[in-house]
């Protein structure tokens, strides 16, 4: 039984009409053949060009096989990972908060990271052997550690997850200051800040199998908990007091909600910087043309997500080969993009 | 008798001619903004706002004039215990203007610029972006400080130095020609031939694996150097340990054997700033060229 | 339909009351909204709740649901203490419908669906009894031609009857109904106090009730009447009536009459005439 028709008999069916569930297919079938051509046309782009790459395909040697098979490939693949996991957090911090316009970023998790990688550069210059251990722990998981740490600081600074106004309201406060302390350090050593613009803009270049296992490995670890979890989703869009009247336990959703946001957010950070747009406009997008439950929109959220972040990617390589465009900048152009159409479409319809 | 006083009053007179036209021609210098400024005299008082710059002023034996300089300059030593009025972009204007400096110089930053303008501090652009800049920045602080005699041996000895350098590499290197990629940043950012970092790898014989349409600083795509296959790569001592972990780089020849430069931060400070120890600087990046080119 | 008042000869049907609360004090911050107010609410009746704006209707109603804590006062719910009932098992057996039903991208079988939430759970898959609850409570609403509708496509009162839907395939034994009417057009008012009459004496439901319409809330069997804070009176409706308990806690008179066996609110046809006078 397809996900569309899981929880529904063939009399509920009747009752809900064909309509709904006939849409939802297609759509991620057309998603996921998008993400097969991208996946294609990333073996083809790079620094050589479009001939000599496909007769590489046709004519393996050493080097093609490094070049496509250890540096295209992952990377068409890590990206696309890394845009599920922010279309994922993108989606339920959307239904968490109930705003279309949340991004997974809101919490204060994009400072928290950007701290983490700024002690980690600074470490390894500074001659404090107190703090050489920071610098070895590397800027991967030094964004990771960053992230988690200015989630849970939100979370501690709004007393627990009672309130989700108070939430958002912490996690603004933590991502200003942890933002200005992230400034001050960075003044003390100026050669860090091309590196921490290079973590700011995203960078998807050096994306390999193993990071693309370790995203797949999270994909799937906060999927799974994600899809179990939607029916409280979908009782949250009636409003929380109906919902806890339902019989939710309403901290007990925000908490588990809460860690699977800041697992992908931060595994994703660590990964590849600071990439915009991608958790806000996955979701957003998939509601503006599909209208689903919550639990279609786990699923098409990351695929939307992944798709986008490939075609960022795709782009951020071609646009000035062989030189590289930042790809957070490339979604920041497509982002902006798709909501001035919003806006347009919007006042047009006024 | 007679003919000493005549040669006496000459004496005088030259001597008061040369006073007279002293300060009749002041010092009168265009800087990079294609500005005139007018010294009536050579400036007594000098702010420094780049390490290349402060750095130059010592060279020509005017350390003693510099009243500030900016934090990033560290050389000579003697510099260290001076005010530091901040960097380009964040410059201290209340510092600098309380020092009351006869001069402050400096790179173009617009804002910085017209501020000083405005509060009628004297400020003098020069530009310190190539290798052909060093010369023409002696001569200019030396028409300025008013010895272009010793401007002009400095410029000698930095050039004499520089293709010294050059020589003795091209023919410890013989004939090998390195295919080098010298990396600014992790992004990674590559230094191309335009930049200075590629004008001095040029004159040591080395060949860039970045081509000069891409520009100075490009950001490169991986794969273009991995594709290219360097035998030298220079990167920074935190990254030079893990190059092999970038996906595909333990392909890369200089990788597997290990053709790695890193220089540390003094030794940096050489080669980036385009002032008189560039011949240091070369030097450093000829002496480990010699050593690991294949 | 019974007439309103003959409830009193009848012998109640169980003897645990449905909810009750004793002494129940709610504030927000310094403001006293509820002030020891001690009520019993018998099942297989309905209760309707009136008052002026402000009195605290809808506070009485998030409080008997669990939602607001009081601070002091007790609840029970079939004789246990409400904070006693694990969350699912109370959620089994009270049903609390909010004033506004948000507009949102749910179907309006979804919503009805996920009144059963407290039943099906989780991970659990909707069964056949489960289905027809759903079914049952769509047609007695009327909203089964919406079932793949969204919410944000229908109108105010379309969106009430699907809320309301929700409400009763949760088959509850206690519902808690804030203005269950107030978007309907007069046809459908009738016919929801028509599913709360039967709700409560078929199935033996304890239906309690915040309608402003007092000629809706005169249908009901018993009436709360909440002055500010407080009650002024609990009883029939005929009770409610002899004791002039409306007057009490609106402050002004309040004429009902007496037709065919109902009651009616009685407009104030003189302000009327004089509205219209001033229009000209």
Known sequence: MSIAHASLSGEALALLGREQASRFLPWLTVCLGITLLLTGASLVVGTSDVHTSITWLMSPDAMSDTVLWHIRLPRAVGAWLAGALLGLGGAIAQSLFRNPLADPYLLGSASGAALGVTVSLLAVDASLSGFAWVGGVGVTAAAFIGACGAIALTVALSRGVLETASLLLAGIVVAFVLSAVTSLLLLRSPDTWRTMQTFLLGNTGFLDWRGAALLGAVLLCCFVPAIALSRGLDALMLGEDTAASLGLSLPGLRLMLLVLLSLATATTVGQVGLVGFVGLVAPHLVRQTLHVSQRQLLVAAPVCGGALLQAADLISRWAIQPAELPVGVVTACLGGCYLVLLLWRRTRNA | MKGFTSRATAVALAVLAHVALAAANPIVLHDALQREVRFARPPERIITLLPSLTEMVCALDACGRLVATDRFSNFPASVRTLPKAGGLDDAQIELIVSLKPDVVLLSHVARLTDRLQELGVVNFVIETETYADIGRAADTIGAMLGSPQRAAALRRAMLSAVDEVARQSQRALGARSPLVYYEVDAAPYAAGPQSFIGTLLARLGARNIVTAELGAFPALNPEYVVLHDPDVIFASPADAGNLGRRPGWDRIRAVREHRVCAFSADVRDTIVRPGPRVAEGMQAIADCLDRVAP | ?280
């Open chain 3, 1 to 280: 339909m019974p007439e309103a008042g003959r409830t009193l000869d009848q012998p109640l049907p169980f003897a645990t009351p449905g909810i009750s609360c004793r002494d129940l004090s709610v504030a927000f911050g310094s403001r006293r909204v509820l002030d020891r107010v001690s009520l019993e609410l018998a099942p297989g009746r309905w209760t309707a709740i009136v008052g002026p704006n402000g009195c605290g209707k809808s506070t009485l109603l998030r409080t008997m649901a669990g939602l607001v804590v009081p601070q002091a006062g007790s609840l029970e719910l079939h004789g246990r203490p409400l904070q006693a009932w694990p969350r699912r098992e109370r959620a089994r057996r009270l049903a609390w419908l909010a004033q506004n039903t948000l507009a949102s991208d749910l179907s309006a079988y979804e919503c009805v669906a996920l009144g059963r939430f407290a039943h099906i759970g989780w991970l659990g898959q909707a069964g056949p009894a489960d289905v027809a609850a759903i079914r049952r409570a769509m047609a007695a609403t009327g909203s089964l031609p919406w079932g793949g509708r969204r919410l944000s496509s229908l109108s105010g009162g379309e969106r009430q009857r699907v809320s309301l839907a929700r409400v009763l395939a949760a088959e509850a034994s206690v519902l808690l109904l804030d203005e269950p009417t107030t978007h309907l057009d007069p046809p459908h008012q009738e016919d929801i106090a028509r599913i709360l009459r039967r709700q409560a004496w078929e199935c033996g439901t304890t239906v309690l009730s915040a309608i402003h319409d007092l000629s809706l809330a005169l249908m009901a069997d018993r009436l709360i009447v909440l002055g500010v804070g407080a009650v002024v009176g609990h009883g029939t409706v005929r009770e409610a009536l002899a004791q002039n308990w409306l007057s009490v806690a609106f402050g002004t008179p309040v004429s009902i009459i007496s037709h065919d066996g109902a009651f009616l609110w009685r407009p104030r046809l003189e302000a009327q005439a004089e509205i219209r006078r001033q229009s000209g």
